[in-house]
């Protein structure tokens, strides 16, 4: 089917940098929202208002890899006292969804434009928390595609500080320093078809960040207050606007307290290691499974023990110990546990 999908948003200076960091969120929010994939779009109109000069809105699009859709830019007609700086969208798509169902999307100061729309329909969220290797990943991963939710990769975030300190030679243990640098990075969380990308000053890191040596990293950022306020803050915004699967370790006791669905995923700490060591050999990579065990082991402590934000379970929380169950069976837990939180 044919629908139109409209947005907005605005921007905050008259820049290349705001225009298209701007618009890429707003493509990126009428894209989650509305369950597309790039190739469903046909084309996107743009406008801008004529205080906005310094750069094509339709280049975001094409930064998102929207890239044969036809896009096209024109300047709003002034209107006395109308909103200033805005941008709007009309994004023309194939979809399973009708006209009547499609979700328009009004981000920052244009949220004004359109009240009756704005913040209808609350969204759901789901937290999924549990020590490393407990299968949260994976589940997460697979129900978010099965619901046409977002899934939401929080440790991904905290292995993108650990990257970055390393490539910039920052001890990760060293609080104001690797802070600054949680606070200067511009770190952009992408859903491509549904699948998490994460962007650290324009660069993609997503396969970057896999490594023993940027996890032990990650763990050591996540233990500081000020980069986790950062972190926090950026994973409560895409909550409020997507229906979330969110994991990590905090978020049912702290990142979404209201989450519909609270689940905490634990294993056998010799299950989990077995399930890194399969995972690291469908890489090819072959691993020592008492070596795995120790730095699965080591991690646990540490995000158990941090002071701030650890590892604990969410006093609402279902506990799913899945050290003997396959991931199909998880899956279903969770799903009936959310079917009737919903209900
Ligand atoms: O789940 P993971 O291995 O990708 O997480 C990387 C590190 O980040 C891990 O040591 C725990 C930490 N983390 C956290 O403190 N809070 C979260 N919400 C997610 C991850």
Do not use: H, W
Not at 25 to 47: A, G, P, R, Y
């Amino acid at each position: 089917m044919r629908c139109c999908i409209r947005g907005a948003v605005t921007v905050d200076a008259n820049t290349r940098e705001d225009i298209l960091l701007n618009t890429r969120n707003l493509l990126k929010e009428i894209i989650n929202q509305n369950s597309l994939k790039i190739e469903d779009i046909v084309s996107v109109l743009f406008t801008a208002t004529r205080d906005l000069d310094a750069a094509y809105p339709a280049v975001a699009a094409r930064e998102l890899g929207i890239v044969s859709a036809s896009l096209m830019c024109a300047q709003e007609m002034y209107v006395r006292d109308s909103l200033e700086k805005c941008i709007r969208v009309q994004v023309e798509a194939e979809t399973v969804k009708s006209q009547a169902d499609v979700r328009f999307v009004y981000l920052k100061d244009a949220v004004k434009l359109r009240p009756d729309i704005a913040g209808k329909g609350k969204n759901v969220a789901v937290a999924i928390d549990g020590p490393a290797g407990s299968g949260k990943s994976t589940v997460a991963k697979e129900l978010a595609a099965e619901l046409g939710f977002i899934y939401v990769d929080t440790g991904a975030m905290y292995r993108s500080i650990g990257y970055k300190c390393l490539e910039n030679g920052i001890d990760p243990n060293n609080a104001e320093r690797a802070a600054e640098l949680a606070g200067n990075v511009n770190m952009e969380i992408c859903y491509i078809d549904g699948r998490q990308r994460i962007f650290a000053d324009a660069v993609d890191i997503t396969d970057d960040i896999r490594t023993q040596e940027v996890a032990d990293a990650a763990s050591a950022v996540a233990k500081i207050p000020e980069v986790r306020r950062i972190l926090v803050k950026l994973q409560r915004e895409i909550a409020k606007n997507n229906n979330v699967i969110m994991d990590g370790r905090d978020i049912g006791s702290n990142v979404l307290p209201d989450a519909q669905v609270k689940v905490y995923l634990d294993a056998d700490v010799a299950e989990r290691a077995k399930r890194r060591c399969g995972e690291l050999a469908q890489k090819g990579i072959e691993a020592d499974f008492y070596k795995v065990l120790d730095e699965i082991m080591a991690r646990d402590k540490q995000d158990r023990e941090r002071t701030v934000n650890p590892l604990v379970i969410a006093e609402d929380a279902t506990i799913i110990d899945t050290t003997n169950m396959k991931i199909v069976q998880v899956k279903q837990e969770i799903a009936e546990l959310i079917r009737q939180a919903l209900l």
